[in-house]
């Protein structure tokens, strides 16, 4: 009982470290858009 506990425990950590990059990953993604579209907003095309 203690060892299934153990890999219980174990599973969620990993799924919720796998889930936090994820978002990490795609709130990175987002930054660059917005900067992205600032940067345009600034030098308009000629």
Known sequence: MF???HFIV??????SG???MCMMQVAK???EK???MR???K???Q
């Open 18 to 20: 796998v889930v936090i």
């Open 34 to 36: 917005m900067e992205l």
């Open 10 to 15: 174990f599973g969620l950590g990993s799924i």
């Open 39 to 41: 940067r345009e907003k």
């Open 43 to 45: 030098e308009p095309s």
């Open 3 to 5: 060892i299934l506990s």
């Open 29 to 31: 993604e987002s930054d």
